[in-house]
């Protein structure tokens, strides 16, 4: 009997069991049935609990195969921590996608024009000015580009801008390729340079025996001399520069041809502003620097003070522990000058100073002139090979076929070496003092190098014009304070020509704009004063002369020739011309003060205020400033000033007065007015 209750309760569980699983659903229904059920205190519910028991076991065991897991975890993130550092650099090789656009090499001659670059470029014109405005440079089509610009807009269209080697170019590097078995000892090249009146021709006079310094203006040396002396140890080129300041770029000149430069300083003078200057040249063109102590023949003669002087410039005596050679001379009784030579050659032999004679010359321009007799003449310096009569050579803008070459003694000579200063006749113009000149081989060749340097300075000259921008120009007109003054020079040579013209520039100030509109050689005709009266421009000569129809037309022009021998007195004579346009400066003057008492309106006159002059006294017309506290609230002028009922010019100290002020109707009682007096006084160069 009690089996089969046992046997009934079996089935009850599984039902049991059934229920929860179909109730587990609805929360609330489980409850009431495990309520009514007095199955509780019957032990048979302890396996109902049990059976999923086993179930759990397998939970867990999921939930502990995870957590012996969990610890590595927390190691994984460190090694990645440390991997990501690394990644960055896989990322890198995408810049370098870029690179395979190749830029292909384009040849242009540079400058070049707005059409022709487009030609190159395979544009059209009108894009290619586009490109240009948006650059914001204004061109036309014929214009020269910069080289930067052309460049950039090369790359954008796939090219890298190449300049194409010119013939001039092929020429050089083959002359101054050097064949070490040809070459030959040559003369040394010896520049005289210093301040003015320190005896640098009188000295060179001594060595050739000659008398050039009684030929110049002023006894001051105006051009650079080429001279050849024949000593007996050989031969000495010399070279002698202007000693005027205003001939900077002419001593330049003479330093870069130079091997050696004498620095002639005055015993009796000392160190003087142009022997810096000399000095400088001197080391910028990096030659052997000897020092010529001269005038030690004078009683106030100092050489040990000159020394000192040279020394703080970093001259250092041989007798002293240095470098420097030093040696102290006379060019008026020859005192001295035989050592000097002795140290020329000297230096030269240390220097190895060699030249290839038989190569086709090449050279220096020291000076050019027109000359009435003889047409386009050039003072040239051998600096390799040998110049004969009758070839071909290109000088700056110019070329032609040697005529003539005439040495310094003022003979005729068929032929010059290295180291040799000549002057060559035959020329087709007057080339710019400082060219390099040289042989070619025909006269294709000769005229291709002429038009191409023509070429290139129409184009500098276009490019120059060019740089000038709408808002610029614009600004300019707006202020209205840019004043010109405008010049023609004509000179005897070229070098002298080109260091007026430096030296003019100088003077120019950020208030007077110094033009030079036309500079040449030659005497001053009527084509240079037509110019002048056309430019409004003043002519300047310098050791030149005047045409007889220039002189006619200038006075039924009324325009002023200025002819100087000295370019002291023309620097001088610009610079006070410069003075009478620049911009005076307003000099101010106290005239008097008033105070405000009383502000009355008067009908069709305004604002009338009465005052009362503290100090001083008031002019009419005169600039009137009105401070109210600390604070300038009007400058302007006194309109009208009127005492009792009448008009007056001018009111006294202690009186009362009524004043009105131009464009002003905002006064207030306890303003004060100062007047004052505004006088222009004309400004002077320093």
Not at 61 to 81: E, F, I, L, Q, S
Not at 170 to 176: H, K, N, T, Y
Not at 346 to 352: T, Y
Request: aromatic share 2%; hydrophobic share 45%; net charge positive.
């Amino acid at each position: 009997m009690k089996a089969k209750p046992a046997t009934k309760a079996a089935p009850i569980k599984t039902s049991a069991a059934k229920k929860p699983v179909k109730a587990t659903p609805p929360t609330v229904a489980a409850p009431k049935p495990a309520v009514k059920v007095a199955v509780r205190p019957v032990t048979p519910t302890a396996p109902v609990v049990t059976r999923p028991s086993p179930v759990a076991p397998p939970a867990a065991k999921v939930m502990t195969k995870p957590a012996p897991a969990a610890p590595p975890r927390p190691a994984a993130p460190a090694p990645v921590a440390a991997k990501l550092p690394p990644a960055p650099p896989p990322v890198a090789p995408p810049p370098p996608s870029p690179a395979p656009v190749v830029l292909k090499p384009l040849e242009v001659k540079l400058p070049i024009s707005v059409k022709d670059l487009a030609t190159k470029l395979e544009i059209k014109v009108n894009d290619l000015i586009k490109r240009l405005l948006q650059e914001r440079i204004l061109v036309t089509i014929n214009q020269a580009i910069d080289e930067a610009v052309v460049r950039k807009i090369a790359r954008e269209q796939g090219y890298e801008i190449t300049k194409a080697p010119t013939p001039e170019e092929a020429i050089l590097q083959s002359l101054e390729a050097v064949d070490p078995a040809k070459l030959k000892p040559r003369a040394p090249v010896v520049t005289l340079m210093g301040h003015v009146d320190h005896g640098k021709t009188s000295l060179l006079d001594a060595i050739r025996q000659a008398r050039v310094a009684q030929g110049e203006a002023g006894g001051i040396t105006q051009h650079i001399g080429a001279y050849e002396v024949t000593l007996p140890q050989g031969k000495v080129a010399f070279l002698d520069t202007p000693g005027h300041e205003a001939f900077t770029a002419m001593r330049a000149r003479g330093a870069n041809v130079t091997d050696i430069v004498v620095l002639v300083v005055a015993a009796d003078d000392g160190v003087m502003p142009q022997t810096i200057e000399a000095i400088d040249h001197a080391k910028a063109a990096g030659v052997t620097l000897v020092v010529a102590v001269n005038k030690i023949d004078k009683p106030e003669a100092n050489p040990e003070r000159v020394k000192k002087q040279l020394m703080e410039l970093g001259l250092m005596p041989e007798e002293w522990g240095g470098k420097t050679i030093m040696v102290g001379v006379s060019a008026k009784t020859g005192q001295g000058i035989k050592e000097l030579l002795e140290m020329l050659l000297l230096e030269a032999e240390l220097l190895e100073l060699k030249a290839d004679p038989t190569r086709p010359a090449m050279g220096a321009v020291l000076e050019a002139e027109l000359s009435k007799g003889t047409g386009p003449t050039a003072h040239v310096l051998v600096q390799s090979g040998t110049i004969r009569v009758g070839e071909l050579i290109v000088a700056g803008q110019f070329s032609g076929r040697i005529r003539a070459m005439i040495n310094d003694r003022g003979q005729r000579v068929k032929e010059a070496g290295p180291a040799t200063p000549v002057e060559v006749l035959g020329l087709s113009g007057v080339p710019q003092a400082g060219d390099r000149f040289f042989v070619v081989a025909d006269e294709k060749q000769a005229r291709e190098i002429v038009e191409r340097r023509t070429d290139e300075r129409r184009l500098e000259g276009l490019t120059s014009r060019a740089h000038v921008t709408l808002e610029d120009l614009h600004a300019r007109i707006a202020e209205g304070k840019q004043k010109e003054l405008k010049l023609i020079i004509k000179g005897d040579v070229q070098g002298s020509l080109e260091a007026l013209r430096s030296s003019l520039e100088k003077v120019s100030t950020e208030e007077i704009k110094l033009i030079t509109i036309h500079a040449g050689i030659g005497d001053i005709n009527e084509s240079d004063v037509m110019l002048a009266a056309a430019s409004d421009a003043v002519i300047f000569g310098f050791h030149v002369g005047v045409d007889a129809k220039a002189t006619a037309r200038a006075e039924e022009e009324g325009v002023e020739i200025k002819r100087y021998p000295i370019i002291y007195d023309a620097v001088n004579a610009v610079k006070a011309a410069i003075e009478g346009l620049l911009e005076p400066e307003l000099e101010e003057t106290f005239l008097g003060r008033a105070l405000v008492r009383k502000i009355f309106v008067v009908s069709k006159v305004g604002i009338v205020a009465g005052c009362y002059v503290a100090k001083g006294k008031l002019l009419r017309n005169s600039v009137a400033r009105v401070l109210r506290g600390a604070e300038r609230v009007y400058e302007g002028k006194i309109g009208t000033l009127k005492r009792l009922k009448d008009d007056v010019r001018e009111v006294g100290e202690g009186f009362e007065c009524g004043i009105t002020l131009e464009g002003f109707p905002d006064l207030q009682e306890g303003d004060v007015i100062e007047a004052v007096e505004v006088k222009k006084v004309a400004r002077k160069l320093a």
